[in-house]
């Protein structure tokens, strides 16, 4: 494996034309950054030696359906998606996207591609030494712990609550988690704010692709086949469905994922205070939870899914802040950063995005998903233990002591 640091689009053509590479190959992103890359890269390849002998192959291994089976579900020529991308509207909701997914399925329209076996693991590659790379020196990475700052276990216990990188710990971490009855109380318990063994944890290697979503679900079946399906275990295959909705959706919106206005073109009533912003990141606002929740993102780069739709409707909804600064904040901090699942889930909330109820101004889900911070503190930490866990004991004195602006309308100090 060589690894190389650095712009794609200044690393891959050097690399291109030092090793005559003939056949390029990449999993699809489908957020509009990764994609305008690669249509670069083939767009521009005539200035490389032997153009016409390269091909280009864009697989889609990060999804569960594939291409040719969501344009047959959804109707919208995937493959043809450049040709007037400002016109194409995917599925409206996620509700219905499921039922049209499951209901392929039953009918047996189309089957999710198992993950490839070992057999077909890729020959060892031809043997580069590291006086090859000349022109590509400076982003050749040879110490890559060094390099990425990354963590690899040599420990052999699958029980470590720490996300260790690569794909023997992804691998070893899916197979503890279906080897035991925790599936079948995953539906009970994923909301929990704190707590590893609560949900999959599955999402960190989901994002940088050391485990693939087939894989995923290829041992939620085997689980099931051995152990029973319940309502609990099916509801993993629920939610990698919210992570596949939200992948399709950026690949057809692309740029309009980003856009304040979002998918639909409401352009919610927030504005940008940047001392709210900063309470925000810093965990300093007064409200406990929600500080306990930014202090664990910033100290571990994880949240819960609870945990991030509470503190994204503080952001929009009691701070009233643009969401797209949260969405920002959160990729810089996540470490299961995903373009789609981040930037479609905070358009969610946000009311600009897949949520039709946020479309209907009588629906009490108008200005998108306003959770009440009281209850939410009620019903997921009563007795105050994650608050604890992350602020100390007197987080509640500290919070109600933070004001959300610290200068007035005219600029002048609050304090
Ligand atoms: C504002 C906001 C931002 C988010 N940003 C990201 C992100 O950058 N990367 C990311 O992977 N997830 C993101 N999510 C979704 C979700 O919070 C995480 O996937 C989940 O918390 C990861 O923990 P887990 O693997 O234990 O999840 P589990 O509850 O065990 O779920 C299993 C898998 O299902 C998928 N999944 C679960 N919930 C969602 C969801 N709401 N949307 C999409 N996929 C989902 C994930 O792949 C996850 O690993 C975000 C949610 C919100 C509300």
Redesign the pocket.
């Given at each position: 494996l060589l690894i190389f640091a650095g712009d794609p689009l200044t690393v891959l053509p050097k690399l291109i034309e030092q090793y005559n590479v003939e056949h390029v190959f990449r999993s699809l992103h489908p957020a509009c950054e990764e994609q305008q890359q690669w249509q670069w890269l083939r767009d521009n390849h005539d200035q490389l030696p032997n153009p016409q002998s390269i091909q280009w192959h864009e697989l889609d291994n990060l999804s569960l359906i594939n291409q040719h089976d969501i344009s047959k579900l959804t109707h919208i020529d995937i493959e043809q998606r450049h040709a007037n991308p400002a016109l194409q509207e995917f599925i409206p909701s996620f509700s219905k996207f499921r039922r049209l997914v499951e209901t392929a399925i039953k009918k047996q329209h189309f089957i999710i591609d198992n993950p490839l076996t070992e057999q077909y693991t890729l020959p060892k590659p031809v043997a580069l030494s590291p006086n090859n790379y000349s022109s590509l020196a400076e982003h050749c990475v040879n110490d890559i712990d060094t390099a990425l700052e990354l963590q690899f276990s040599d420990n052999d216990s699958a029980t470590e609550e720490v996300f260790y990188g690569g794909e023997k710990s992804a691998l070893k971490h899916l197979k503890h988690y279906f080897s035991d009855q925790r599936a079948h109380q995953y539906k009970n318990v994923?909301n929990a704010l704190g707590g590893w063994e609560n949900?999959?944890?599955?999402?960190a290697w989901?994002?940088n692709g050391s485990l693939s979503a087939r894989q995923v679900i290829a041992a939620l079946h085997n689980f099931e086949q051995q152990h029973e399906r319940s309502d609990s275990s099916y509801w993993?295959f629920f939610?990698?469905l919210?992570?596949e909705y939200?992948y399709w959706y950026a690949l057809i919106y692309q740029h309009r994922l980003f856009r304040f206005s979002g998918i639909d073109n409401r352009r919610p009533l927030s504005s940008f205070y940047p001392d709210r912003f900063k309470c925000w990141t810093n965990g300093n606002t007064p409200y406990p939870l929600v500080n306990a929740c930014m202090t664990q993102l910033n100290q571990t780069g994880y949240m819960?899914?609870r945990g991030?739709?509470i503190v994204?409707s503080c952001l929009v909804n009691e701070l009233q802040l643009d969401w797209r600064y949260g969405a920002a904040y959160?990729e810089t901090q996540?470490i299961?950063?995903?373009p789609s699942?981040?930037w479609g889930?905070?358009q969610y909330?946000a009311g600009v995005g897949a949520d039709p109820r946020s479309k209907d101004p009588k629906s009490i889900h108008a200005d998108g998903r306003h959770f009440d911070l009281t209850k939410q503190q009620q019903r997921f930490d009563p007795k105050g233990e994650y608050i604890k866990q992350w602020l100390g004991s007197d987080a509640s004195v500290q919070a109600s002591e933070s004001l959300i602006d610290t200068i007035d309308a005219n600029g002048w100090p609050i304090q």
């Open positions: 994923r949900s999959t944890k599955f999402s989901l994002a993993i939610e990698i919210w992570r939200f819960s899914n991030r739709q994204a959160f996540l299961d950063y995903d699942s981040n889930n905070w909330l």
